[in-house]
């Protein structure tokens, strides 16, 4: 139910805008998140962004750096990170409120 796009490999300090997508009844009123997990580590809550986008949410570990957004009209949520550190590295996932079925998921990978 949810398509995660955009993620890659980038240098620490470098940019991506992920995508995520999903169909217009799951979306249009809902609460979406952006969540990351490492191997052998639990999913975690990154990002979060309300019905009409304008309240949101961001973990201390990527405050400052990550924009949340979203385009209620292409059915399509947005995570703009900036000035990428190694640590976050993961497959970063999104969801909605209440959760439903995960997607695949999309790697972001920060290297030298």
């Known amino acids: 139910q949810f398509v995660e796009s955009g993620g890659g490999l980038v240098q620490p300090g470098g940019s991506l805008t992920l995508s995520c997508a999903t169909s217009?009844?799951?979306?249009?009123?809902?609460?979406l998140d952006w969540y990351r997990q490492v191997p052998g580590k639990e999913r975690k809550l990154v990002a979060t962004i309300t019905s009409s986008g304008g309240t949101t949410y961001y973990a201390d570990s990527v405050k400052g750096r990550f924009t949340i957004s979203r385009d209620n009209d292409k059915n399509t949520m947005y995570l703009q990170m900036n000035n990428l550190k190694l640590e976050d590295t993961a497959v970063y996932f999104c969801?909605?409120?209440?959760?439903?079925?995960w997607g695949q998921g999309t790697q972001v990978t920060v290297s030298s």
């Open positions: 969801n909605r409120r209440p959760r439903t079925s």
């Open positions: 217009r009844s799951i979306f249009s009123v809902a609460t």
